[in-house]
């Protein structure tokens, strides 16, 4: 029996390979199209106004008197929101109020509370008693001073609770207070702040990372559970923003202002349940999240991490 030739052999598989190489390429090419039009439509075209009054009187912003928060409560009052701002100081709570009121004229209530405590809830549920509350923006947070590893952390008890309090505590407790009246109404919006820190591990910010990502998961979870109910819950995980809280002074395309942020950040609710908010840093998500592998960014977040704190502890010995 004589045995077929090459040539005859790739002839046998010349059509079936013509038809998976191009079922290949069309799919990839269709894949392209609808990431570019999603793309499109999140970052170009946006979701109108979605964030209007009609979803509620009153927006609801924790930790409102500086960065991020601010600009969220000016980019609300600015649509016409009715203002409620919690932070820990009475006096930067009417600062930001008065303002708030001059430039948009629209009604403000404040309530200040230090989220480092778990008592407090009381005073807030009393505060926003019988308020038709559309939006809550849980953003308040706090960090590390410098990065630094987890036994070597000062006060590390106390550094615990306050960053577990801030961070994880106060996001579940005013979804608790603010959810069930969305959920009878059937619309409002809740957007958990939390970090690009949250979409892997960061060594020397082991606490500050793990805290964002249940903020994470625990915001994925709730829009799974009450999309159908009408409530839009989406998670934000910004990376740098010219903030007190990253000690980033100058502003770049990457690490852009509070109010550059908010302002693209708000154009993809509905759009996305999980967003960056800002196109060069859903960039950077798509590049540390897929392209790299986590080893890599894990060992790069460590270097980088390692270089702070030695600058921040030299720093320190020459004052």
């Given amino acids: 029996m004589q045995l077929p030739s090459l040539g005859e052999m790739l002839a046998c598989v010349e059509t079936p390979l013509f038809w998976v ?13 609808r990431q570019l039009v999603a793309g499109f439509r999140i970052w170009v075209m946006g979701n109108g106004d979605l964030l209007s009054p009609k979803l509620g009187k009153w927006a609801v912003v924790t930790g409102a008197t500086d960065g991020i928060g601010k600009s969220y409560a000016e980019e609300l009052a600015r649509r016409g929101f009715s203002m409620m701002l919690i932070s820990r ?10 303002s708030l009121e001059s430039q948009y004229n629209v ?20 505060g926003l008693a019988g308020l038709e509350i559309g939006v809550l923006v849980n953003n308040v947070g706090i960090s590390y001073p410098y990065p ?60 500050y990372s793990a805290s964002k990502a249940f903020v994470d998961f625990f915001s994925r979870g709730l829009q ?26 100058k502003p770049t395309l990457d690490k852009p202002t509070p109010d550059r942020y908010v302002a693209a950040e708000v154009t993809t609710v509905g759009l996305q349940d999980q967003t960056n908010g800002y196109f060069p840093h859903a960039v950077m998500g798509w590049l540390t ?9 894990i060992y790069f977040g460590m270097r980088m991490n390692k ?3 030695g600058g921040y502890l030299r720093r320190r010995k020459l004052r």
């Fill in 224 to 249: 799974a559970e009450y999309k159908s109910k009408g409530v839009i819950v989406q998670s934000v995980l910004p990376f740098f923003v010219a903030t007190k809280m990253t000690k980033i002074r």
């Fill in 21 to 33: 190489g191009a079922l290949t390429a069309a799919s990839l090419t269709l894949w392209l199209v």
């Fill in 148 to 207: 630094e590893f987890f036994l070597h952390i000062p006060n590390l008890d106390n550094f615990i609770n306050n960053m577990i309090n801030v961070n994880i505590t106060s996001v579940c407790q005013m979804t608790r207070l603010v959810l069930p009246r969305m959920v009878e109404r059937s619309k409002g919006v809740v957007l958990n702040i939390s970090s690009a820190s949250g979409m892997y591990p960061v060594p020397l910010l082991t606490v």
């Fill in 107 to 126: 009604e403000t209530k404040t309530i200040a509370v230090d989220f480092g405590r778990v008592d407090i809830y009381p005073k807030i549920e009393a």
């Fill in 289 to 297: 999240t897929v392209l790299v592998p986590i080893n890599l960014v």
């Fill in 89 to 98: 100081s009475q006096d930067k709570l009417d600062d930001v109020a008065k």
């Fill in 307 to 309: 270089a702070q704190r």
